[in-house]
Every structure is written in C-alpha cells, then in structure tokens.
C-alpha cells in the first residue's frame, strides 16, 4: 500500500519528469540498511548536479555568443543569467568568452591559428 501514493505521483507527471521523479524516489525503495540508500541517493544526487552544470554551461555560453557579450560585466543587465555565469567555476567562466569566439576585453589570450594543411614540399 505504501507504494501507491508515489505510483500516483509519478503517473500525474508529464513524460519526460517521470524519470526524473522515478530517479529521485528510487533510494527510498532500495532494501537494506539506511546507509546504503544514503550512498546510492548520494550518488545520485552528485549525477544530477553535474547534469545542471552542464545546463547551465551550455545555456550561459550559448546567451554569450548570441548576443557577442565580451565580458562578465556585460551579463550584469540580466540576473538570471548572471547568477548562472556566476555560479560556474572559475576555469569554465573564463572558458565561456573565448569558445563562444568573442575575445575577451583587455588583455585575454588570443587562441591558436589553426595548423596548415600538410602540402607538398619543394
């Protein structure tokens, strides 16, 4: 009986939140000690957060290149995504101007021409 309550629940939901739901509920249904299902939600938990990185990276560096921003403080207008350029680590913030092909202002590191094709010698 105890269950049906979260059947319910993950069958209201729309398609594609069911496996994240499912995900989510899956430690509580696992048999045997409680530190067991604490390491597998652990587990879980660290998956999904890398997962919302990775969205969140994608999303800020996509907003960057559209709109040809050069620096973080052209992202201060727009606090959603100032929070999520903000929550990136340092590595990947400062990753986030040069892939999105805008160079930063003032002193950033150009990158690399790329390596000429291999031709004939004289």
């Excluded at 319910?8 to 430690?27: C, D, G, K, M």
């Excluded at 903000?86 to 202002?105: E, H, I, K, Y």
């Amino acid at each position: 009986m105890d269950w049906l309550i979260p059947l319910l629940v993950i069958s209201r939901l729309p398609r594609q939140r069911r496996a994240e739901v499912t995900e989510q509920l899956l430690p509580l249904a696992l048999p045997g000690p409680a530190s067991n299902r604490l390491a597998f939600a652990a587990l879980a938990a660290d998956r999904q957060v890398r997962r919302q990185a990775q969205v969140e990276t994608q999303v800020v560096k996509e907003a960057v290149s559209a709109a040809g921003f050069t620096q973080a403080s052209d992202l201060a207008p727009f606090p959603g995504l100032n929070a999520a350029f903000n929550r990136l680590d340092a590595v990947t913030q400062a990753d986030v101007f040069v892939s999105a092909g805008n160079a930063p202002s003032g002193g950033g590191v150009a990158p690399a021409p790329p390596p000429a094709p291999p031709g004939p010698t004289p």
